[in-house]
Nanobody, 120 residues
Framework: VQLQASGGGLVQAGGSLKLSCAASGTTFSGVSMAWYRQAPEKQRDLVASIRGSGTADYSYDVKGRFTISRDNVKNTVYLQMNSLKPEDTAVYYC???????????????WGQGTKVTVSS
């Protein structure tokens, strides 16, 4: 499985960005996908996940501002980020995994990361 993330950049607080992650080498519609982020000197945290059916879950601190979606024809997962805050600054990674009940289980397959910087 190969994952190619893109769409990061520099944006002012209150602005928006849309990240994309293109997948290959897997039956995309059958896997769950997720976005994680890692700020400097912090652990990598789950931001949002989406099942093959399209059902999505979000972390508390992004719920209502971020939207994860997927296009099973283009084999791509997206993360629309609105009302960005300086604390959203991080490297964002996509992952192809699965769900165990309500919990997302990451696999060893990660995108290369795309950096998002939100200025105040």
């Amino acid at each position: 499985v190969q994952l190619q993330a893109s769409g990061g950049g520099l944006v002012q607080a209150g602005g928006s960005l849309k990240l994309s992650c293109a997948a290959s080498g897997t039956t995309f519609s059958g896997v769950s996908m997720a976005w994680y982020r890692q700020a400097p000197e912090k652990q990598r945290d789950l931001v949002a996940s989406i099942r093959g059916s399209g059902t999505a879950d979000y972390s508390y601190d992004v719920k209502g501002r971020f939207t994860i979606s997927r296009d099973n024809v283009k084999n791509t997962v997206y993360l629309q980020m609105n009302s960005l805050k300086p604390e959203d600054t991080a490297v964002y990674y996509c992952n192809a995994g699965d769900h165990i009940g309500v919990y997302y289980r990451p696999s060893k397959y990660w995108g290369q990361g795309t950096k998002v910087t939100v200025s105040s």
